[in-house]
Each structure stands twice: as C-alpha cells, then as structure tokens.
C-alpha cells in the first residue's frame, strides 16, 4: 500500500506548494538509533540531536514538533500525543540508567542527578519516594557538569551513553531503577516516547516513523558494532544492551507502563496526575 502523500503547505496564492516540513528531535545517544535510523533522510522530515532536556525545552517552545523525549513530558503538560507501541523502554536491568554509589542505596543521604534526563530523574525520585526513612537529597547539577565530581553526595545518577562505559569501567557499586521498576510493578519502564506536540500535524508522516523503526531493528549488530569501536567496550555489551536490556516495542504495555508512572510521579509530586496524553496508533 503506498505511503499517504505529506500534507502540502499553501503558497501566496493558495494552491499547494511544498511539504510541509515536520521539526522532529531525537536524543544523541545510542540507545535511541534503532527509532530514528534514517528518519532524516524521509521526505518533509528534519531531524536533529541533542539532550533529552534541551529536545523537551525546543518541544514547548514550538521550536520542534515531535521529539524523542523522557516520559515524564507527557504529564507536565496538557495537549502531548504519542506513538503507541513504539518508544525506549526497559522491562529490568537497563545499563544505560543507573544510580552509582559511595554509601548503600537504602542509606544514601543524597545523590547528585544527571540534568540531561528527566525520566530517569523521576524514576529515580518516584521510586525513592517510597523508601523507609524518605528519600535522599537530591543534588541538581547544571546541565554540562558532571554529577560525579559532587564529591559530598552519596551517589550520582548517570545516563546515556556514559552510563554504559562507566559500568564497565569503573569500580563504583550501583543500584538500577528500570530493575526496581519492574520488580515493584511487573510492567516495563517507558523511558522516552515520541511525544508530539499540540496541533502538531504528524499523521502523514506515520509509515516515516514506521520505517525507521525497522531499519533500526535490522540495523542492530551494525549499531553495537559501532559502538563497541568508538568506546573500545565489547561488541557482546553493545548487542546484549541494544538487543536484549531496551524494548523498543512494548506494544500494549506501553499504555499501563506510562499510566502506572504517572500515577508514582504524582504522588511523589513531579507531575499532574490530571493530564491525559493521547495515543497515536501506529
């Protein structure tokens, strides 16, 4: 079946012109090339990368249209859609969020939080939230500082690409939230979503976000086999994590999943439990 034809934006004297170009944003790490593999080569599409925090800034600025963002988005302000069934999600140890440690995690006074991310910042905050004695002091470091050079916290949150070479290589314990998640609640953790803004017009570009979801998924020994050479790390970590750590499909899990994190986030106080962020079959 062909792909719908981009919607066409009108000239001075109202007949179609050109296609109307969609400003989508996606995140620069590894973990979010299997759902934007080639998306900026698809027709009326612009892509560009940057840190999930700046992506979310451009997003309600108007500056984006869709970005591949952290979750947590979704419940901080009204009007949000997103693509169901496809997204960066972990269904239990993720080695790309991760809470490292100088005291034990049930006795850690305070953590330093990683500022490029704001889902893993919540999933941190919502699950320690809970914790017996309440939570840590969060220590939050301007975006571009390094949470580990907090040297008087008890542990900093890391994410991203860093994350992974910091497991391999440096001897620090650490304590996982995706594995936490999903021993408390039995459902994936949705990281990021392509979350789309109000009036957004995304639907003709569909079968775009489709493809590049395939070609990702195809492209998964090529993707660790570049990551295993640019960070001299085994190819093994790279296709295990790609592979096997991250679901990029959680499907029907993926409307419970982001519901059960809103309702954890609000009670925790990091979101409105009020908003309703609408799917977008794909």
Known sequence: ??????????????????????????????????????????????????????????????????????????????????????????????????VFLRAPIQEAKSLAMDPASRAAAALTKSLLFERRGGPPEYVEVPLGQDPAAA???????????????????????????????????GLPFVFAAWIVRPDAEIEPHLDAFRRARARGRDAVDELAEEAAKAWSLPAAKCRSYLSEECRYDPAEDMGPALREFQKRAARAGLCDPRTKPGPIPL
Do not use: C
């Open 1 to 98: 079946m062909p792909s719908p034809a981009p919607s066409l934006a009108p000239d001075s004297s109202g007949r179609g012109s050109k296609p109307t170009q969609l400003r989508v944003g996606s995140v620069p790490y590894l973990v979010g090339r299997p759902l934007d593999k080639g998306l900026g080569d698809e027709p009326g599409i612009s892509l560009e990368h940057d840190v999930p925090a700046r992506l979310i800034e451009r997003l309600r600025s108007g500056d984006l249209d869709v970005a591949l963002v952290s979750s947590i988005e979704l419940f901080r302000r009204d009007g949000y859609r997103y693509l169901d069934g496809i997204g960066v999600a972990g269904d239990g140890y993720v080695g790309s969020v991760q």
């Open 151 to 185: 040297k008087d916290t008890d542990g900093w949150l890391r994410i991203g690409d860093q994350a992974l070479r910091e497991t391999l290589t440096i001897d620090a314990p650490a304590w996982n939230p995706s594995e936490e998640w999903r021993e408390r609640t």
